[in-house]
Nanobody, 119 residues
Framework: QVQVVESGGGLVQSGGSLRLSCAAS????????TTWYRQVPGKQRIFVAR???????NYADSVNGRFTISRDNVKNMVYLQMTNLKPEDTAVYYC?????????????WGQGIQVTVPS
């Protein structure tokens, strides 16, 4: 069973930085895509950043230039370095693993981790 665990969240002042980590275990295969999403109460979960198996990355416009997604293949970890944090970045952040290129491919979610940037 694939497990996904996020860590590194917390409370940080506006303009500060945090690094989220996503640890994956239980699969011999590397995910096709690892994606960070975030969600605030009462709203839909939205895309933040993605890294593909070939290393390509893409970002939501709202975080582009402030957030950086990276991967450590040896440790099976994906990181989200967040800088110049703003109150609107406050959310629960989720890590998702998509194991293949098809929509039917297995997809696994972590439990989410809170990031709070007070206004």
């Amino acid at each position: 069973q694939v497990q996904v665990v996020e860590s590194g969240g917390g409370l940080v002042q506006s303009g500060g930085s945090l690094r989220l980590s996503c640890a994956a275990s239980g699969s011999a295969n590397r995910p096709f895509a690892t994606t960070w999403y975030r969600q605030v109460p009462g709203k839909q979960r939205i895309f933040v950043a993605r890294i593909l198996t070939d290393g390509r990355t893409n970002y939501a416009d709202s975080v582009n230039g402030r957030f950086t997604i990276s991967r450590d293949n040896v440790k099976n970890m994906v990181y989200l370095q967040m800088t110049n944090l703003k109150p609107e970045d406050t959310a629960v952040y989720y890590c998702n693993l998509l194991m293949g290129v098809n929509i039917e491919s297995p997809s696994y979610w972590g439990q989410g981790i809170q990031v709070t940037v007070p206004s």
